[in-house]
Nanobody, 127 residues
Framework: QVQLVESGGGLVQAGGSLRLSCAAS????????MGWFRQAPGKEREFVAA????????YYADSVKGRFTISRDNTKNTVYLQMNSLKPEDTAVYYC????????????????????WGQGTQVTVSS
């Protein structure tokens, strides 16, 4: 497994932007697909975005497509989530996750596909 630490959460007004970072340590970062998930109060955890080993393929939930961008820097063992045009419904705890079940050609897009998780970072969007 890898150890993951998220940062960059906070309070922002609707329409604003935030960039989340997730620093990984412990194993070969470039051999893990990475994902972002979120959980709002009283709701189940949901998929937000995922990125392949090399970063060449990205996947998004429909609710964030066109507003959020996932990226990774394998030289820094870090994955990012740039969030633009934020809405109050984006308010949640955001979790970074790493998948040892991934391959060069397979990037999971559901929670069970990931086996290392960060502690989460709160994002609050005010209206």
């Amino acid at each position: 497994q890898v150890q993951l630490v998220e940062s960059g959460g906070g309070l922002v007004q609707a329409g604003g932007s935030l960039r989340l970072s997730c620093a990984a340590s412990g194993r070969t970062f470039s051999n893990y697909a990475m994902g972002w998930f979120r959980q709002a109060p009283g709701k189940e955890r949901e998929f937000v975005a995922a990125i392949s080993w090399s970063g060449s393929r990205t996947y998004y939930a429909d609710s964030v497509k066109g507003r959020f961008t996932i990226s990774r820097d394998n030289t820094k063992n870090t994955v990012y989530l740039q969030m633009n045009s934020l809405k109050p419904e984006d308010t949640a705890v955001y979790y970074c996750a790493a998948s040892s079940n991934s391959t060069r050609f397979y990037t999971p897009r559901t929670g069970p596909g990931y086996d290392s998780w960060g502690q989460g970072t709160q994002v609050t969007v005010s209206s």
